[in-house]
């Protein structure tokens, strides 16, 4: 069975940067596209960035230049650093693994980041 659990959330201070880890169980992850999304209240759940399984990546345009997703095959893991945070980055961040060849897909259980003015 497919199990993604983010960790690294947590409180920062504007301006302040946070790693974010998804494990990933199961052999499929190098196939996947992962991504990670985020949920501010009241907000619908956007997309943050995603990498696809040959390493190609693509952001939103509100974190360009500020966040990095990248990828290990070997650890079954996908990272997403954030630098430069600011307060409108507060949002519970989920992970997510697609497939290009079916309509599969799983989502990690969030974890919270706050960022303080």
């Known amino acids: 069975q497919v199990q993604l659990v983010e960790s690294g959330g947590g409180s920062v201070q504007a301006g302040g940067s946070l790693r974010l880890s998804c494990a990933v169980s199961?052999?499929?992850?190098?196939?996947?596209?992962m991504g990670w999304y985020r949920q501010a209240p009241g907000k619908q759940r956007e997309l943050v960035a995603e990498i696809s399984s040959g390493g190609r990546t693509n952001y939103a345009d509100s974190v360009k230049g500020r966040f990095t997703i990248s990828r290990d095959n070997a650890k079954n893991t996908v990272f997403l650093q954030m630098s430069s945070l600011k307060p409108e980055d507060t949002a519970v961040y989920y992970c997510?693994?697609?497939?290009?060849?079916?309509?599969?897909?799983?989502w990690g259980q969030g974890t919270q980041v706050t960022v303080s003015s």
């Open positions: 997510r693994m697609r497939f290009v060849f079916n309509t599969n897909n799983y």
């Open positions: 199961g052999s499929v992850f190098t196939l996947a596209v």
